[in-house]
Structure formats: C-alpha cells, structure tokens
C-alpha cells in the first residue's frame, strides 16, 4: 500500500481536516516535476532509467549535498509561535509548495497544542476524581471495619508520600501522615456529592415535578463499586484519547518526511535535513507531555483499579478489536445457500401441486402468510442494515463512534448478514413445515400442532433477543434493548442519536407491528385450530388496535421531537415534530379509507398524505442529509461528498421521492389479478424497508461530517464525583 493512502487509512476520521494535506502537497511536487521538465527537457528525469541511477550514484554528493534552497525562521505572534520558510532561487511552483507546507505544518502544530492543553485539564480532573475516590474507599473501608486492609492496599502509595514530602534529611513518621491523610480525606468528602450517572423515567418524573433533592453522599459498597466501574471506564477512554493524540503527532511527521523526500527529489535539492529540523524541535514533536500522560494513567488504572497486576492493567488499556473470522464468512456463505435453496424448493412444490389459486390458497394467505411475513420484514431491515455498515466502513463513516457502541463489540456487517440468513433459513424451514395444511385437496394433513410452528419461531427469536447469558452477541442485544426502551420512555429519557435512530427504523416496520398485533388476536382468540380468520377481521378491538399499531412509532418520535424541543429550545426539532403529526393523521385517513371506503374518507386521504409525503421528502433530503444547498461547488447536493459519484445522491433523492410515494396505491385502491392482497401489502412495506435503508447512510453521513466538522472523536464519559466549588462556579 502506498503511503498516501495508508496515511488516509490510519486518520482519525473527525479529524482529517486537521491533518496534513498531503495528496494537494504532491499535486503541487507533479508541478515542480512538469515546469522543471518543461524548462530542461533534456533534464535527468528525462533520462532513461539506467542513466539516471549512474548520475545520481557518481553527482549525488557534489550537485545536491548544500543545496538546501531554503531557510526556515521562527516568528512568535501572541504567544503562538508559527514557522515560515523563506526560498532561495525557488521557482513559483517550489514557493507555492513552501507556503502550503508551512500553512499546513503550522495548522497540525496548533491543533497538536490544543489537544495536550485539553489532555493536560482532564488529567487534572482525572486527578481529582481519582483523590475523591480513594477518599471515598477509605471512609467505606473504615465503615465496614476493614481500616486494616485499607492500609495494606494503599501502604505503596503512603509510602511514595513519605518520600515525596519530605525533605533531605527529614522523615515524617508514618502515623503522622495517616492522620494527614485521614484529616486530607475528610476534606476531601465534605466537598464531593456522587454524580447521577443514567438518568430513568423515575428520575425524570421526579425532576418535571420538581420533588428532586441533592442526595447525601453515602458511603456503602454498591455506591463505591459504581463509582470504581465509572472512573475506570473514565480512564480507559482517557488512555485511548492520548493514544489518538500521539498517533496524530506520529502520522503528521512521518507525512512531512515524506513529502520532503519527494521534494527533494523532485526539485533535486537537500531541503528535507533543515526542514524536518525544524519539525523535530517544534511542539508537535518535542514535547512529550503525551507520553508522560499515558505513563500516569497506566500506573493509576494499574495501581488503584486492578490491585497492582500490570498484565491485567495493560489489558484493559488496549484498544478491542473485533475481529472477522473466517467462521464467520462460512457460516454467512452456508445458511445463505440454504435459504436460496430453500426459496427454489418452496417454488417447485407450489408449482408441482399447483396450489396457486385454491381455496385452501386463499385461506392461507390471510392466516399464515401475515404470521410469516414478520420475519421477512426483519431479515430484509437486517439486510438493508449489513449493507449500510458495509458502505459505512468504505467511506469511513464512524458509525461505532456516533451510535455509541462498546469498542470492539459492535457488528460487521458479515455477523450482521449471519443473524439475517440464519433467521430467514429458519423462517424458510417453518413455511416447508406447514405449506400442505388443507392447502392441497389430495392431502388434506391439517394438524393443529403444526399450526403454532409461526408461535413457537417468534418465541424462539424473542428468547434469543431477552437471553441474559452471554452468548449470541449479549453486548448488542442489550444495547438494542436498551435503546428499545428509552424510545418507549421517550418523554422520560434525555434522547440520544441512538434513540432516535431506532425510533425511525420503527416508522418503516408499520406492518410488521400489525402482523404481531394479528400474532396475538389469531392465537389469542383461537382462530388458529380452525385456521379462520373472520373473527380477527371483524373484531372491533383488532380494529381499533390496526389503527393505534401504525401510529404507535410516529407518536414515539413525536413524543421525542417534544422532548429534544423542551430541552434544547430548538425550534428545529418543533418543525420535525409537526413532520410526525402530519404522518399520523395521514395513516389513519388512509386506514380508515381502506376499512370504510367512500369518497370523503378518500379526499381528505389524498389531502394529508400529500402534504404530509412533500414535508417529509423535504425534510429527508435537505435536512437529514443535508442536501439542496445553495451556492456550493455540487450542485443541488452539499460542500462535503463522501462518496465521489455525485450520481449517487442524485439517484437516492429521486428513490426516496419514488418510495416515499408508495401510500398512492392505497387510495388509488390498485388490485393486481396476480397478486393476494396480503402479498401487495408486503411488497409496499419491503419498498418502505429500502427506502430506510438508503436513508440510513446518507443520514449517518451527514451526522459523521457535522462531527467531522466540529472534531468530535470522543463520547463524553460520565464522571462517579461532584465537587462543589465546581457546581459554586457553574452557578
């Protein structure tokens, strides 16, 4: 791999406008190279390969050793020192490339110090946390009658004291400095309150009533174990900011190495030995405060966190990869073999019994095709979503980063193409289990028993989605779980890009929830022993609950619009909430036309659902993805593109208008001679699904280049302490 794209590869993606341009730098090398060709055609660049060795073997020394061309000064400007070459006997080309190397060299350098001064103030508040929690230990310690093992635990650290306090000569007996430590301790706690980490729907309702109060700080063992796991995790995620950091300063220097060499041998001159002078004695590379940071915080975690064990320690501080394993791959491969040959099996039995078009056909479209049909809307999202993970690693979108998920436990897009196959093959196998059930006249093998096959695979999958043991990829599951939740408390949960994320991809799943709505009526009511269907159909309360089903996840990012608006006095998220409202009015008008007909209910059907398919085709394209803006060098699409085919957002606009008109064939009341109602219905809603799924990248897209724009790489980590001279000064 060439250097510049390894140089790419290795960036830190919210930060890659801060490093050194290094592609526009060898642009400006190819110019130099063309007016040096141009101005001495007969020049050794031009000289055949093995004539070209032989002059700079015997004239290397001679021609190139002092001609450096260059001088490199030094100028303080408040307080910020900057470097700016000057050139002698330059070409315009070679100036051009002096000031671009200079420009940028001095960008990396001050975004290298912002950084360490922002390292520098959390190492102090690390710092005080970390004097807080060993204070808190101690009194928890004492509490339990446990002083003994406390003073064994932090004998290392009282005796580092002993030394460091004293001076030549002097000694401090060691019940002296217990008695400091413990009076130091006591300080130390009464200016300290415990943070509230996670916020509930307990604690929020309590906060909107106002009938919070400021906790005491309690000294019992769930409170120090919370407060160890928080200010570990604090740690870790300290550590691996200042690896970034150092990476950065370690990347930008090998680039500016790099490309002095080609300089010099383009231009044919010693420029680089003074130049990377320069560069050495700079901040970006002389100090070595990052270092010195990393060194603390590995003794820390080690010493306070994991009872001195190194191994243990060192552990924890490297960075989780998840890595791709060929078991993966052939597993993906085998159960997707097996649900293509499942599909192929099932189409040669419908076609050799000719069941298309019998009674038991008919009958068997609206009872079990609905109860199927839910899997298939869950591997097809599935699908959709292992797609966007895998054009999200290929234009380094950080989607690990901004949903917030564990390092090295998130899935790729091959385990992600897995769970889907793995589910449609048993999906697949349950549809072969039962297709004969009085579908055929010769047979006729109906069994109730067989009937519940669609109930035991949905209790199946939830079992595997709620299993508490770690196997099946817990991490995610719970994390999905979690999320879940909070959208269901959305006016009780600060909402996050992850809530909100999920509540969207619910909007697309309208008829999977109504398919578990009929789950519950069909079973629940015993239509399944007779495989009838009329009785859920003509249930007042199934169609009630068809209706409050489809608005249910558009009233939840209705309720979290409201909530985002209350919190942030953002009158952007008011306008997406009314995009909400509107959608809601708009599929119950549809609804009730599809259940009453008649041509009022289809008038203020098409009404709603047009304006509300303008504001919300609107709303995706120039909000969402940020595209349609003005006066931009792409047309009609944003500054930023991370895909280089602009005919690629151009097609997904004109899809997403497409998809989003899908609603028509519901008051247009279209019927196909070749195709179950049941079957169109599950057509439009995989349409639906597509249509998410384009949404999602250019979504998380937009979301990465805003962060990208504000070099946000780190997620805020909650802290266990609370100092109050803090909370004084904040007030």
Request: one cysteine or more; aromatic letters at 14%; a positive charge.
């Amino acid at each position: 791999m060439r250097f510049g794209k390894e140089f790419v590869s290795q960036m830190i993606p919210e930060w890659q406008e801060a490093y050194i341009d290094y592609a526009y730098l060898k642009t400006i090398l190819q110019d130099i190279q063309a007016s040096r060709n141009i101005s001495d055609p007969n020049s050794q660049n031009n000289k055949p390969s093995f004539a070209r060795n032989l002059t700079r073997r015997y004239n290397r020394d001679a021609s190139v050793s002092d001609n450096h061309g260059i001088v490199v000064n030094t100028v303080t400007r408040e307080l910020e020192t900057t470097y700016e070459t000057v050139f002698l006997k330059a070409g315009d080309s070679e100036v051009a490339f002096f000031r671009t190397l200079d420009r940028e060299f001095n960008k990396v350098n001050s975004f290298y110090r912002l950084k360490v001064d922002r390292a520098r103030n959390e190492a102090l508040s690390l710092s005080k946390q970390l004097d807080a929690l060993i204070a808190f230990r101690l009194k928890v310690m004492e509490m339990n009658h446990s002083l003994s093992d406390s003073v064994s635990v932090d004998i290392n650290t009282l005796a580092s004291k002993i030394g460091s306090s004293s001076k030549p000569g002097e000694h401090m007996a060691l019940g002296d400095l217990i008695r400091n430590e413990e009076t130091g301790n006591k300080n130390i706690l009464e200016r300290i309150r415990m943070n509230k980490t996670r916020e509930t729907p307990l604690s929020a309702i309590k906060t909107i009533l106002k009938v919070q109060k400021q906790e005491e700080l309690k000294f019992t063992k769930d409170n120090l174990k919370k407060a160890e796991d928080l200010l570990q995790i604090a740690f870790i995620e300290f550590y691996q900011k200042l690896r970034y950091v150092k990476n950065y300063s370690f990347l930008n220097t090998l680039a500016i190495s790099k490309i002095m060499k080609k300089y010099d041998k383009t231009a044919a001159r010693n420029a680089s030995k003074l130049y990377m002078e320069m560069v050495d004695s700079s901040y970006l590379t002389s100090s070595d405060e990052v270092h010195k940071l990393m060194l603390r915080v590995e003794s820390s975690l080690i010493e306070h966190f994991c009872n001195s064990n190194r191994s243990q320690g060192m552990n924890l501080l490297r960075p989780k990869v998840n890595k791709e394993r060929h078991g993966i791959t052939f597993s993906t491969g085998f159960f997707f073999g097996c649900a293509i040959s499942l599909i192929v099996a099932l189409a040669l039995i419908i076609h050799a019994r000719n069941i298309l078009g019998t009674p038991g056909q008919r009958t068997y479209m609206e009872t079990m095709f609905p109860l199927y049909r839910f899997f298939g809307f869950v591997v097809l999202h599935m699908i959709m979503y292992a797609a966007n993970i895998y054009f999200w690693r290929r234009y380094r979108v950080n989607y690990s980063f901004i949903f917030g998920f564990k390092q090295g436990t998130e899935l790729g897009y091959r385990h992600v193409l897995l769970l889907s196959f793995g589910l449609g093959t048993l999906s697949l196998c349950a549809v072969l289990l039962n297709l004969d059930m009085e579908m055929d006249s010769q047979t006729k093998d109906y069994r109730t028993f067989t009937e519940l096959i669609p109930l035991f695979l949905l209790a199946l999958v939830m079992a595997i989605t709620l299993c508490p043991f770690n196997i099946l990829n817990r991490s995610s599951r719970f994390f999905f779980l979690a999320v879940l939740f909070r959208c269901i408390a959305a006016p009780f949960c600060t909402v996050n890009l992850p809530d909100f994320f999920l509540a969207d991809q619910l909007t697309s799943q309208v008829q999977a929830f109504r398919s578990l709505e009929f789950y519950i009526c069909y079973y629940g009511f015993g239509d399944f022993r007779q495989r009838r269907v009329n009785t859920c159909r003509s249930n007042d309360v199934f169609t009630t609950f068809y209706f409050i089903v489809a608005v249910i996840p558009y009233w939840l990012r209705f309720l979290q619009c409201i909530r985002r608006l209350i919190e942030d006095k953002d009158p952007g998220h008011g306008y997406n909430a009314i995009k909400y409202l509107l959608t809601i009015v708009a599929a119950c008008l549809r609804t009730a036309f599809t259940l009453n007909r008649g041509v009022t209910w289809n008038i203020t059907a098409w009404v709603f659902s047009g304006v509300a398919t303008l504001y919300a085709t609107y709303w995706d394209i120039v909000v969402d993805w940020g595209l349609l803006q003005r006066g931009c060098k792409n047309t009609f699409l944003r500054e930023k593109l991370l895909v280089p085919h602009k005919t690629v957002y151009y097609a997904a606009m004109v899809l997403n208008v497409l998809l989003r008109l899908v609603w028509l064939q519901t008051v247009l009341d279209l019927k196909f001679s070749f195709l179950h109602r049941e079957t169109l219905v599950a057509l439009l809603a995989c349409l639906e699904i597509i249509r998410r799924g384009i949404w999602n990248f250019f979504r998380l897209e937009n979301e990465h280049l805003n962060n990208v724009g504000k070099f946000r790489a780190f997620k805020s980590v909650p802290l266990p302490f609370n100092y109050q001279e803090d909370v004084d000064q904040d007030n």
